[in-house]
């Protein structure tokens, strides 16, 4: 690997309890790339996804986001970080049922400050490129649940950030909404050139993405780098 | 692939030379594997002896591109038939994949190892198929959602089988 990664997560160890979620994880995200964390349930792609994101701090190792350590900063350097650089798209549960869709995605926005005129504007950009042109002024609850995944990449991408971290964003729909889902969100990070870690069992998913990283008992392994240095 | 029943169903929007067969089937179900025009002549006299095609015009000088066919009406019904009838479904019982796990296991070789490179080859071959998707028609897009879906399944057998590698060691080589 050529250049300091984006983001890297280095010998990663995590436990709950008695549970070794991660038990040496590493794993190097270079910018604009889009990488598929794959693996058994349980296996710990959660947690890791969670620790490169700043959300779960590591008992041991390292993750660096251009260099500086993510653990060595402050609470609040730690979410304003993931606030100006991060964005996020679940499975489900995400979008503020209180407010409309446009006001939705436009939150990220108003939490940087923008002014809610501006906010909305560019939020409404978002809806026409993710085809949601009418759902807009409905609440969360009125939308099916791939339009309501779609106002969740809209929201996540509205912020331009360097790196999205996505936990099975298609988990709940069914194939035809869940290729959308991901193309329309594979498309968005390659213009702005975010870079996209991917938590997927599903290897259609996967195969929107440009490389996959599998994770068994909390352990990363790179089998097609492994394979091309076996050559 | 019922090579024969296509060309019929293709000649039912009107007579066609076997120059004009062969491109419109490599371009709507060749998918980068053209028929040779020894298979299209090949039908296509086949098609002739058992009357589902009959000759249209032949056009003054040599060589088989001077034929025009018609299809006849046993032809459409031949057609009719083969579209209303299922596909068996294939049992794949015969794996390559599965002699493989089989193998390592009972000579104490690595069963995880190789499924975790099938897996890599597997994702490899999706993502140029995802890609090619992206740029392609609904029509191409359908083949290729039938390939990815088949692959899906291999990895989703993968997965299940590198799930029970230790209880399948235990009992192959016991
Ligand atoms: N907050 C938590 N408290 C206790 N145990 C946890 C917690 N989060 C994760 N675990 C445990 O850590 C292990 C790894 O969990 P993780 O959620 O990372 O797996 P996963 O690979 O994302 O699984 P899935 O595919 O089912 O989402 C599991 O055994 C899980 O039960
Ligand atoms: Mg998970």
Redesign the interface.
Known sequence: MTGQPLLEGDGLHKAFGPTKALDGASIAIRAGEIVAIMG?SGSGKSTLLHCLAGIVRPDSGHVRYQGAEISAMTDGERSALRRTQFGFVFQFGQLVPELTCLENIALPLRMEGVRRREAEARAAEWLDRLDLADVGSKRPGEVSGGQGQRVAVARALVTRPRAVFADEPTGALDSLNGERVM?LLTEAARETGAAVVLVT????V?????R?I?VRDGRT?D??RE?EEAL | MSIGQTFLGLLESGPRHGYDLKKTYDDRFGHARPLHYGQVYATLSRLLKDGLVELDGVEPGEGPERKRYAVTSAGVSDVESWLASAEKPEPYLQNTLYTKVILALLTGRSAADLLDVQRAEHLRLMRELTRRKAGGDLADNLICDHALFHLEADLRWLELTADRLDDLRRQVRA
């Open positions: 058994p193309r069992h599903e290897a259609r996967a195969g929107y993405s440009d996959e599998v392994r089998i097609a394979m």
